[in-house]
């Protein structure tokens, strides 16, 4: 499938709902690319998961952020193929240095950066731990086996509603609970 079909078909899933994320970030090796960067050399000419650049032009096109969240040891030679492959523009953040904190680092950078909270943010990469760290900040975080791919974003968008509804529940309860209270006090004051 061509770089374009892919778009084409990753904005219609993306089209199919209602709440999206602010932000997506992506991990760089094996999960845009089928390597590590560290056991290549920056002559090379990189090259990226099938579906991966038709889903994040997709992304750029619908109006979502998209940043880099990579523990590489050698951010020269990324951000050399993220230039090679021309999608070093697209990304709003790119967080790539080596670190023992599985993401959380990385994250709060992008945060500090972005000003988007964590619980509109949707993660994708192929290393459990780093999903499980991440994912205890309320990021919404999808493990990827071979590289991200239209099935995996639409795993992503479906977990990111899911737990959007969820939390916007909670806060409806939390709301409800709380503020008749506070309001019940005030006497009879319209606003």
Not at 13 to 29: C, K
Not at 84 to 106: G, N, Y
Not at 148 to 162: D, M, P, Y
Request: glycine share 6%.
């Amino acid at each position: 499938m061509g770089e374009e079909k892919v778009k084409e078909e990753a904005m219609q899933i993306i089209g199919m709902f209602q709440v999206l994320p602010r932000l997506v970030v992506f991990d760089l090796d094996y999960t845009l690319w089928p390597f590590y960067c560290e056991c290549r050399s920056k002559r090379e000419m990189p090259s990226m998961y099938p579906h991966a650049k038709g889903i994040l032009h997709a992304l750029k096109e619908k109006g979502i952020d998209v940043a880099v969240a990579s523990r590489s040891p050698t951010p020269d030679i990324a951000n050399t193929f993220l230039h090679k492959l021309s999608i070093d523009s697209i990304f709003v953040a790119k967080e790539i240095f080596s670190s023992w904190t599985h993401k959380t680092d990385h994250f709060q950078r992008i945060h500090s950066r972005t000003a988007v909270p964590f619980n509109s943010m949707l993660f994708f990469d192929d290393e459990d731990r780093n999903i499980q760290s991440v994912s205890k900040m309320g990021v919404t975080s999808i493990l990827v086996g071979k590289g991200v791919n239209l099935g995996a974003l639409r795993q992503g968008l479906t977990k990111f509603s899911q737990n959007w509804s969820t939390s916007e529940k909670n806060k409806q309860k939390w709301q409800t609970k709380f503020c008749k209270k506070s309001n019940s006090s005030e006497g009879n004051n319209p606003e």
